[in-house]
């Protein structure tokens, strides 16, 4: 089991920067990816930033060139940094663990953080 909290959200100034964390606690098999995803107001959650097991990193093209996810594997913490931020990436952030089933015999591990609230006003 893992417990994931979120901080660093608020509010910000369109071309503004924050810098999102989010501290694990408990144990997860390896490998796993750390993800962010994101929820705006009236739309579907949506995956913005992932670091794999082995460090790659992947982002949704809305925040390429903005948005860097990064890990310390000491401290099993994960970071969002944000920068030139726009009021469409106002949303709750959230991060998520992810182990998938590789066989029938076992068995996937998805945790989820409680949320962090991102504005960004105009």
């Known amino acids: 089991q893992v417990q994931l909290v979120e901080s660093g959200g608020g509010l910000v100034q369109s071309g503004g920067s924050l810098r999102l964390s989010c501290a694990a606690s408990?144990?997860?098999?390896?490998?796993?990816?750390m993800n962010w995803y994101r929820q705006a107001p009236g739309k579907e959650r949506e995956l913005v930033a992932q670091?794999?097991?082995?460090?790659?990193?992947n982002y949704a093209d809305s925040v390429k060139g903005r948005f860097t996810i990064s890990r310390d594997n000491a401290k099993i913490t994960m970071y969002l940094q944000m920068n030139n931020l726009k009021p469409e990436d106002t949303a709750v952030y959230y991060c998520?663990?992810?182990?998938?089933?590789?066989?029938?015999?076992?068995?996937?591990?998805?945790?989820w953080g409680k949320g962090t609230l991102v504005t960004v006003s105009s």
């Open positions: 998520n663990v992810h182990r998938p089933q590789f066989t029938i015999e076992d068995y996937e591990e998805n945790y």
């Open positions: 670091i794999t097991g082995r460090g790659t990193t």
């Open positions: 408990g144990s997860i098999r390896t490998p796993y990816n």
